[in-house]
C-alpha cells in the first residue's frame, strides 16, 4: 500500500509540475470564463429567469467538467504514461521488485485525485464567480445548489474518466507518442460526432447492410452524450426536485459509465501487466 501511495504522490506531483498541461488547463479555464460572462449576461437580458438561473449554473459546471474536461482528461492520460514510457524510467520502475499493479494503481490513483481537485475547484470557482455577480438570485438556492455540486462533480469525473483510461491504454500499447495521441484524439471527436449524427450512422447502416433505424437505437444506448442528455433531463439541476428522485431517473445512466469504466480500466490493467520491459 506504501509504494502504491508513493507513485500516486509522485504521479499527482508531476502532472502538477506539467507545463503542457498548463496550456490545456488555461484554455479550459478561458472557455469556463466566456461560459461565466455568457450566464451573466443572459440572465442580465432576461433571457433565464430567476428560478432557471441555478439550473443553468449546475448545467455549465457539468457541462463544462464533462465535454472540455475530456480533453483534459485525455492529456492527463497520454502525459501519465508517455513521458515515464519514453524516457524509460516506467521500464526500470517495473523492472525492481515492485508488482507491476502497484505501478498502475499508483499511476491511476495519481492522475484520478488530480482530475478531482481539478473539477472540485472548477465547480467552486463558477458558482463563486456566479454568486459575487448574482448573489441576490442564488441566495435562496444555495442549499440546494451545493447539496447537488458533489453529484455533478461525479457525473464529471465518471465522463471524462472513459477518454482518461482509453489514452492510457493507447499509449500503453502504442510505443510511438505521435500515433498514440492521435488515436486519443481520433476516439474523442468519434465518441462526440459520430453516435449523434443521423447521416453518417445512415452512411454506415448502407454500409453494413443492416437497418438504420437498429443502428440508430444501438448508437444512441452507446453515445455518452445522450447519456448525459437523460442525467440533465432527470430533475438533477433542479433545487425544488429531490436529488433521489432525480438518481432514481438517472440510475441506468450512472450504471452505463461504471461498467464502461471498469470495462477500459481492465484493459488498461491487462495491457499494462503484459507489456513487455524494453
Not at 508488482?99 to 481537485?117: Q, S
Not at 444555495?142 to 471524462?160: D, M, Q
Not at 460526432?193 to 444506448?221: F, K, M, Q, T
Request: aromatic content about 12%.
Amino acid at each position: 500500500m506504501s509504494n502504491t501511495l508513493n507513485i500516486a504522490r509522485k504521479e499527482f506531483a508531476d502532472l502538477a509540475n506539467n507545463k503542457y498541461l498548463y496550456i490545456v488547463l488555461i484554455i479550459f479555464l478561458i472557455n469556463l470564463l466566456m461560459h461565466l460572462v455568457s450566464l451573466y449576461n443572459f440572465y442580465k437580458e432576461g433571457s433565464i429567469s430567476d428560478p432557471n438561473f441555478v439550473k443553468a449554473c449546475l448545467f455549465d459546471v457539468m457541462y463544462l467538467s464533462s465535454i472540455y474536461g475530456g480533453v483534459t482528461a485525455l492529456m492527463i492520460g497520454f502525459s501519465s504514461m508517455a513521458g515515464e514510457l519514453t524516457s524509460g524510467a516506467l521500464n526500470t520502475l517495473i523492472a525492481k521488485p515492485v508488482y507491476r499493479d502497484t505501478v498502475i494503481t499508483g499511476k491511476l490513483l495519481g492522475c484520478i485525485a488530480y482530475m478531482l481537485l481539478f473539477f472540485i475547484l472548477t465547480a467552486i470557482l463558477y458558482v463563486s464567480s456566479e454568486f459575487i455577480l448574482c448573489g441576490d438570485v442564488m441566495a435562496g438556492q444555495l442549499l440546494g445548489l451545493f447539496a447537488r455540486l458533489p453529484f455533478i462533480v461525479i457525473i464529471a469525473l465518471l465522463y471524462v474518466m472513459m477518454f482518461f483510461l482509453v489514452s492510457v491504454l493507447f499509449r500503453t500499447l502504442i510505443d510511438d507518442n505521435g500515433m498514440a495521441l492521435t488515436f486519443s484524439v481520433l476516439f474523442y471527436f468519434v465518441i462526440l460526432i459520430i453516435p449523434s449524427s443521423s447521416v453518417i450512422i445512415s452512411n454506415i447502416a448502407a454500409l453494413l447492410g443492416v437497418d438504420e433505424v437498429y443502428l440508430l437505437g444501438i448508437s444512441r444506448i452507446i453515445d455518452p452524450k445522450e447519456s448525459m442528455v437523460n442525467i440533465s433531463n432527470s430533475g438533477i439541476f433542479d433545487p425544488s426536485f429531490s436529488i433521489i428522485s432525480a438518481l432514481s431517473l438517472s440510475w441506468l445512466e450512472f450504471a452505463k459509465f461504471i461498467v464502461i469504466v471498469l470495462a477500459l480500466l481492465a484493459l488498461c490493467y491487462i495491457s499494462f501487466l503484459r507489456r513487455d520491459v524494453r
